[in-house]
């Protein structure tokens, strides 16, 4: 049997692995919400696809294991994992889910020394006080792998053994065997106690990990063209990807790999220089880039002289002709500009690195590729396999027939010019689901090149369309995509007209409103969008996202700002707040109290698996748990208690503590979405 190459293996390893993750999410969703699906051949295609996956999967995981020196690997002890022996020891933050984890990985490692990976699989226990906070459900599948050694042991008998190896731990307060040998957790309120006192003192932190340099790739216009609808997903995704990487300390670099190349500056500098000849002098007033791109267009496509002339002015371009480069590079600043005033609005910070930026390391690298056997000649054109034994999808078209370059050669060298010159660890590319698999095969030649090495990886963020309420394209009545910019006005028109609805207009100061307004309107575009597996389509309608009722950006907001509004009605500062922590600490006696500090310990795993798998919904679906847990609490527990005439006769410090820190990680996730908060609304 030939040998495999491991670099490939790690590559179909991944493919299959996110291939998996993203039918579970649509299995996921119509579980949730579409039980008439059941036996419908949809469904059981999925579910038949999800299976040969997994089975695909767990054959190439294994095959990666053999690449190693398995008799080395069982000779040597598995490295006990590093446990926290007191609750004072944490500062600022901790991921519990990870540390039980450890907890339960040593535990299993002691009592099972002989079995190699053996799974540790801890989940929430869901809303049953009962079933713990925590659950290990690690003894069944033990169970199954020692009756595969024909070792017979129960499920229920595993977990007892594991239950006699489980080491104290400071966030553990008891464990159970229960049922077929599930084993509950119940944590210590002492810990979440030290940690929630930690964020009112210290602020929301991060929890600790291991530093990275990641290139997210987002938004990506064209020039000469106007951002539109399509331009919106890729834009407040990728900025909220930037930002949940940002707050873990990671070394971000936010990219705009703007479409500013390409045979159409041609036309464009043409038309320029017959409609401003006098423009190297006098900046001309382009208000309208598209019409102009559509004027220069309709010239090119009818006019035979017009279209030679077109064709010269790219040789020029591409030759360095100053009065070309002076043109283009005018043409350029113009659609910047445009574009910046959607940036600024939406508060999104990017560095502009277009695809000219690549021009001049494109020869370098199409040399070197070709020096080293890379590429094939297939009809005139120069292609690369990421597999060349056995041809697997598509190559990559390095160089045209014509000698022309590519968007692969542009994105072949994009990917080597941020591993060497920006020293990248992580390559982001947050795109439409359909580029999925021309950034696989980006990852894979660049590996075959020796470009990508060991965990450098290219990660595609695919997102589906957006669509109007009728369930198709979102585009105008007359069927013409729609700009961002009037999307983004109509957003402040309906806030505003939702706001004076509420009657805030006549509460609020006008600068107050429009900070509301500013706030709702571009806060429920955002959150609409995010709040949605970004696999799927999704409808676009202003009637759900401005509705104050239900996970939304509005109900959202209102949520907070009536949560900060009960201390400061109750006229306690931060300071005071702080000042009775340090006396008396968190009690959560009450269920609710429990219930919502139980909620806000989990801050750092949601965090963290939005950082691994990238998909931002899962922080919308926290925060709106958070809010639904708060409002629990505030049901039923008394913060501020007044008399009948309205007066305060005593005030809970313990609860106002439990609302300042719900407040806190509410705005941290708020921010982390990109949606900024208002004082009052």
Not at 41 to 58: F, V
Not at 289 to 314: G, H, I, P, W
Not at 583 to 609: A, C, S
Request: hydrophobic share 35%; proline share 4%; with cysteine.
């Amino acid at each position: 049997m030939s040998e495999i190459d491991p670099k490939l293996l790690e590559i179909r390893t991944t493919d299959a692995e996110k291939q998996v993750k993203i039918i579970e999410e649509e299995l996921d969703k119509i579980a949730k919400d579409d039980l008439a699906f059941i036996g419908d051949p949809k469904l059981d295609k999925l579910l038949s696809d999800n299976e040969k996956l997994k089975h695909r999967l767990a054959i190439l995981q294994n095959a990666i294991k053999s690449e190693g020196n398995p008799k080395s690997a069982k000779n040597e002890p598995k490295k006990r994992p590093n446990l926290i022996t007191d609750i004072n020891s944490i500062e600022g933050t901790i991921c519990i889910l990870d540390e039980l984890k450890n907890v339960f990985e040593s535990a299993i490692v002691s009592a099972y020394p002989s079995l190699e990976n053996p799974p540790v699989v801890i989940t929430l226990s869901g809303n049953n006080p009962k079933f713990g906070d925590y659950q290990c459900n690690s003894a069944m599948p033990i169970s199954q792998i020692l009756k595969s050694k024909n070792i017979k042991s129960s499920p229920r008998e595993v977990a007892n053994n594991i239950l006699n190896k489980t080491p104290t731990s400071p966030l553990i307060e008891k464990i159970e065997v229960a049922g077929a040998g599930f084993l509950n957790i119940y944590l210590n309120k002492a810990l979440a106690a030290h940690v929630l006192n930690c964020i009112l003192r210290f602020g929301v932190q991060p929890p600790p990990v291991k530093r990275e340099r990641v290139i997210v790739d987002f938004s990506s216009p064209n020039i000469a063209k106007e951002m539109h609808v399509g331009h919106l997903r890729s834009t407040i995704i990728g900025d909220s990807i930037c930002r949940v990487l940002e707050f873990l300390n990671h070394d971000v670099l936010r990219l705009n790999h703007l479409g500013d190349w390409g045979t159409q500056f041609g036309m464009l500098i043409a038309h320029l220089q017959d409609m401003f000849p006098n423009f190297k002098t006098h900046s001309p007033p382009i208000s309208d880039l598209q019409a102009f791109y559509k004027e220069s267009k309709k010239r090119f496509d009818e006019d035979e002289e017009f279209k030679k002339r077109a064709y010269s002015c790219v040789v020029q371009l591409q030759s360095g002709h100053p009065d070309y480069i002076a043109a283009w590079k005018l043409i350029c600043e113009v659609s910047r500009q445009e574009f910046q005033k959607i940036y600024d609005r939406l508060n999104i910070k990017i560095v502009d690195r277009g695809e000219s930026f690549y021009q001049s390391r494109m020869d370098k690298v199409v040399k070197e590729l070709k020096d080293k056997g890379y590429l094939e000649e297939d009809d005139g054109r120069l292609i690369m396999w990421s597999n060349p034994e056995t041809h697997d999808g598509i190559p990559l078209t390095v160089v045209k027939s014509d000698g022309g370059y590519t968007y692969d050669t542009s994105d072949i060298t994009a990917i080597k010019q941020r591993v060497e010159e920006e020293k990248g660890d992580r390559f982001i590319y947050v795109t439409d689901v359909g580029q999925y698999t021309h950034f696989m095969t980006i990852d894979a030649c660049a590996r075959r090149a020796g470009i990508l090495t060991g965990s450098k990886r290219v990660e595609h963020v695919g997102f589906g369309v957006v669509l109007g309420e009728d369930k198709k394209k979102f585009k105008t009545r007359s069927g013409d995509t729609i700009k961002l910019i009037d999307l983004l006005d109509e957003g402040l028109k309906r806030a505003l007209d939702k706001l004076v609805e509420k009657g805030r207009d006549k509460v609020l100061t006008p600068e107050e409103l429009q900070l509301a307004q500013e706030a709702v309107a571009y806060g429920c575009i955002k959150y609409a969008d995010l709040s949605h597996n970004r696999i799927n389509d999704y409808i676009f309608s202003f009637d759900k996202m401005l509705d104050d009722k239900g996970n939304t950006a509005v109900y959202l907001l209102y949520a907070l700002t009536r949560i900060r509004s009960i201390a400061r009605t109750a006229q306690i500062s931060g300071e005071k707040l702080l000042e009775e922590c340090q006396k008396t600490g968190f009690k959560l006696d009450h269920e609710t109290e429990w219930k919502l500090g139980k909620v806000l310990l989990r801050f750092p795993e949601v965090i963290l698996k939005v950082s691994s798998d990238l998909y931002l919904h899962s922080l919308c679906e926290y925060l709106y748990e958070i809010s639904s847990a708060f409002t629990d609490f505030y049901d039923k527990c008394y913060c501020v208690e007044k008399d009948k005439s309205g007066n305060i006769v005593k005030i809970f410090y313990e609860r106002l503590m439990l609302c300042e820190a719900t407040a806190k990680v509410m705005e941290q996730c708020l921010d982390i979405l990109g949606i900024k908060t208002v004082s009052k609304m």
